[in-house]
């Protein structure tokens, strides 16, 4: 069974940081992309950012990129999301996916991604 479960969520004031996580497990790891995706309230779930397999190519999403930092270990099948300078417009769940990196056409792209997690919620306080 392929899960996915995302961590690291929390509330947070403006210009903070946090550090998601998101932990693999039931696939060989080195072998998928994973994304990471937010939904806010009231809004798509739009994609923010994706880490290739072996070799670690990275996308971002324009408006984020600069904050956010995405980076892998696969010794301990987890990708991160590093989220700097906070602000109220981040707050939305977060979700990490995962896709075969040899199926990746789209990184930030909803529909190539086969397995979801359940999601973190991050809220940004004013």
């Known amino acids: 069974e392929v899960q996915l479960v995302e961590s690291g969520g929390g509330l947070v004031q403006a210009g903070g940081s946090l550090r998601l996580s998101c932990v693999v497990s039931g696939v060989t790891f080195d072998d998928y992309a994973i994304g990471w995706f937010r939904q806010a309230p009231g809004k798509e779930r739009e994609g923010v950012s994706c880490?290739?397999?072996?070799?670690?190519?990275?996308y971002y999403k324009d408006s984020v990129k600069g904050r956010f930092t995405i980076d892998r270990d696969n010794a301990k099948s987890t990708v991160y999301l590093q989220i700097n300078s906070l602000k109220p417009e981040d707050t939305a769940v977060y979700y990490c996916a995962a896709v075969p990196q040899d199926a990746l056409e789209h990184p930030l792209g909803q529909s190539d991604y086969r397995y979801w997690g359940q999601g973190t919620q991050v809220t940004v306080s004013s």
């Open positions: 880490i290739s397999g072996s070799r670690r190519i990275t």
